[in-house]
């Protein structure tokens, strides 16, 4: 239920502290540090109190550590989205690589890199960025984009694969039209035309859709539909 919270997009530290109490139970302790460190990025302030409380203990320093590295991927990080922004793609990727190996458990350093490699063309490197940040956070956002660029590569059943596990977590458009997409790759037309469906229904004035559900129709040729 605590994973299912969190793929869900719960951010909040609480979960991350209940999560890392189960897996310190279960002897799983590098998965503990991760959910403390996920936790106090959620709430720098509150085990910024609770160091002070704590005093020289080790486990005070060592929230003190994390505070401390959350704080500069958090700076390192703005500036490689602002170079993003900015179509600056080597210095976007560059800085985002820092603010990743400063907190390797920040999805979103791992996204910003995948989209800077992406852009300076290098897929598979984007792909792998991807998968780390399903790893780390396995939510509808990172399976989404890791299915983007499995479909871009031509690795349609691992992007289905991950479409439909977004489309559980998270139904939505963007991951409707993305499957009907691979499955139109696939040439699994009907497949694409009931997601197609899904995603009208969610959105009835879609152009862009209504264009794709033409296209598919038009394939099968049935005429009068498109």
């Given at each position: 239920?605590?994973?299912?919270?969190?793929?869900?997009?719960?951010?909040?530290?609480?979960?991350?502290?209940?999560?890392?109490?189960?897996?310190?139970?279960?002897?799983?302790?590098?998965?503990?540090?991760?959910?403390?460190?996920?936790?106090i990025?959620?709430?720098?302030e509150?085990?910024?109190?609770?160091?002070?409380?704590?005093?020289?203990?080790?486990?005070?320093?060592?929230?003190?550590?994390?505070?401390?590295?959350?704080?500069?991927?958090?700076?390192?990080?703005?500036?490689?989205?602002?170079q993003l922004?900015?179509?600056?793609?080597?210095?976007a990727?560059?800085?985002?690589?820092?603010a990743?190996?400063?907190d390797?458990?920040?999805?979103?350093?791992?996204?910003?890199?995948?989209?800077?490699?992406?852009?300076?063309?290098l897929?598979?490197?984007?792909?792998?960025?991807?998968?780390?940040?399903?790893?780390?956070?396995?939510?509808?956002?990172?399976?989404?984009?890791?299915?983007?660029?499995?479909?871009?590569?031509?690795?349609?059943?691992?992007?289905?694969?991950?479409l439909?596990?977004?489309?559980?977590?998270?139904?939505?458009?963007?991951?409707?039209?993305?499957?009907?997409?691979?499955f139109?790759?696939?040439?699994?037309?009907?497949?694409?035309l009931?997601?197609?469906?899904?995603?009208l229904?969610?959105?009835?004035?879609?152009?862009?859709?209504?264009?794709?559900r033409?296209?598919?129709?038009?394939?099968?040729?049935?005429?009068?539909?498109?």
């Open positions: 239920d605590l994973d299912h919270s969190v793929a869900l997009g719960y951010r909040g530290y609480e979960v991350f502290l209940s999560r890392a109490s189960a897996r310190l139970a279960c002897g799983r302790r590098e998965e503990h540090d991760r959910d403390m460190r996920s936790a990025r959620a709430a720098p509150v085990f910024s109190a609770k160091a002070r409380e704590l005093g020289q203990s080790d486990a005070a320093r060592w929230i003190d550590r994390a505070l401390a590295d959350g704080k500069k991927a958090r700076e390192v990080l703005a500036r490689a989205k602002a922004a900015q179509w600056r793609w080597a210095e990727a560059a800085l985002a690589a820092e990743a190996r400063v390797p458990e920040d999805s979103e350093a791992w996204l910003v890199q995948s989209a800077a490699r992406e852009k300076l063309e897929p598979e490197d984007a792909l792998r960025d991807a998968e780390k940040a399903v790893r780390v956070e396995p939510g509808p956002a990172t399976y989404s984009r890791r299915a983007e660029l499995a479909q871009k590569l031509g690795y349609m059943e691992a992007a289905l694969k991950d439909s596990v977004a489309l559980a977590l998270a139904p939505g458009v963007s991951n409707l039209r993305w499957r009907a997409q691979t139109l790759g696939m040439r699994h037309y009907d497949l694409a009931q997601d197609l469906g899904a995603a229904e969610l959105e009835p004035d879609d152009a862009a859709l209504h264009d794709l033409a296209h598919v129709n038009l394939i099968l040729g049935r005429v009068p539909a498109a």
